[in-house]
């Protein structure tokens, strides 16, 4: 029983590429979070949404694109990669906002050449 | 803070040695505070939080203590064990207007030698 699960595990692609990344939980959670990990262990947040709706979007490019179809999807839509993309990217859930435990998914790993 | 070095803090264990590793955190209104795992190749798992009405949390092997005077949060991990090998990093919760954002360290990696 995969709590939060992300596709595909591994992501290589050219530069110039538009590719997705998709999330899902079945925790019946209401929030939903993209980080970024880059090749130092740096763990960035990116976006989050509650319920469908974006809360938290940090300075992102904006060739990066959440969609929340439902609350337990979070897909994350990159377009015009670009190397420094290159990183490892993890979707959280938790149950709702505030003070809550965030649960990881296993990540995927994004290689722009 | 968010400094990013070259190179993760390590510390290197016996099997059956009690760890601690430490976390400094930066900003003085993050009202929660958690622990994460990471092995090689897997997400974060959630090990231990504590709320900053708190100093001491235990768990099972594990006990986290919060100094919110100097900023500084560590994990103690008893009887340590070979799979306890991982990066383990701490992450913030300023609340608030930042909810849900968690503002992570930049991990410490230990590894348990049998």
């Known amino acids: 029983d995969t709590a939060v699960s992300q596709t595909p595990k591994y992501l290589v692609t050219q530069m110039g590429n538009d590719k997705s990344i998709k999330c899902e939980q079945n925790l019946g959670h209401d929030t939903m979070y993209w980080y970024k990990q880059d090749s130092k262990k740096f763990l960035k947040i990116m976006f989050s949404y509650n319920n469908k709706e974006l809360i938290i979007n940090e300075t992102v490019p904006n060739r990066f694109s959440p969609k929340s179809p439902d609350k337990a999807h979070l897909n994350l839509h990159i377009n015009s990669l670009e190397l420094g993309d290159s990183a490892v990217y993890f979707c959280a859930s938790s149950r709702g906002l505030g003070i809550e435990t965030q649960y990881f998914g296993p990540g995927t790993r994004l290689l722009v050449l | 803070g968010e400094s990013v070095g070259l190179h993760l803090p390590t510390l290197s264990v016996q099997e059956g040695d009690n760890s601690i590793i430490n976390c400094a955190y930066s900003?003085?209104?993050?009202?929660?505070f958690i622990w994460y795992k990471q092995e090689s190749g897997k997400g974060p798992q959630f090990i231990i939080d504590i709320r900053s009405n708190m100093d001491k949390r235990q768990g099972q092997r594990v006990t986290v203590l919060l100094n919110k005077t100097v900023k500084h949060l560590s994990l103690q991990i008893a009887a340590t064990q070979p799979g306890d090998s991982a990066v383990y990093f701490c992450a913030e919760n300023a609340g608030g207007t930042s909810y849900g954002k968690l503002t992570f360290g930049q991990g410490t990696i230990l590894t348990v030698h049998p």
């Open positions: 900003n003085s209104a993050s009202d929660y």
